[in-house]
């Protein structure tokens, strides 16, 4: 199979999650069926982005941003499997595993925040005006890229019961002031 330019970030990210999924299934055998399903699924998503990108009538900006979001997600599984594999090994303890998620999870927000205002969906710019979209997209990157700054740092400075519950309450009040914002934007419609 020969990797596109524009896909190379994804086949890295998908072979550090296959070698952290064969280093865990090393540590823990018992659990392999985990290991498996994080491997299958980093490279589902790498098979799905490389057919999406291929596809004709996609701005530069929609690939780019897919790219980003599969390259993101990758990274959230191999923090994952690390923070387990680095646990297993006797290097940190139970809370640690939960932070290193949580800070991955809340980075994730962040950069999926930065890259929602500079994409430009052909199906949104039917719905509504240009300045309509930009404007709902500018709302939805601050409010994922808040969000997700505020569970990192709930992450690193907050006890972990506190740290969940700011993180959940976060993410959740981002993801409904978007929804909020993009009904009323369509019911006005």
């Known amino acids: 199979m020969v990797i596109s330019r524009r896909n190379a970030p994804i086949a890295w990210v998908s072979l ?80 640690f595993v939960e932070r290193a998620k949580g800070v991955s999870i809340g980075l994730m927000l962040m950069i999926i925040g930065n890259g929602v205002p500079k994409v430009v969906s052909a199906f949104t710019t039917r719905r509504c005006s240009p300045a309509d979209l930009q404007s709902d997209q500018r709302f939805a990157g601050w409010a994922f890229a808040l969000a997700g700054l505020l569970a990192v740092l709930a992450w690193i400075f907050v006890a972990v019961p506190q740290a969940e519950t700011i993180s959940t309450v976060s993410c959740a009040a981002a993801l409904l002031l978007v929804v909020a914002r993009c009904a009323r934007r369509l019911l006005r419609a």
């Open 16 to 95: 550090l999650v296959a070698v952290l999924g064969l280093a865990n299934w090393y540590l823990k055998p018992e659990r392999a069926s985990a290991w498996l399903v994080a491997m299958v699924t980093m490279a589902a998503i790498w098979v799905v982005v490389t057919v999406l990108t291929r596809k004709q009538g996609q701005s530069d900006s929609d690939r780019r941003f897919v790219v980003i979001c599969a390259v993101t997600a990758g990274l959230l599984l191999a923090a994952s499997l690390g923070a387990t594999a680095v646990h297993t090994l006797g290097i940190g303890d139970e809370s």
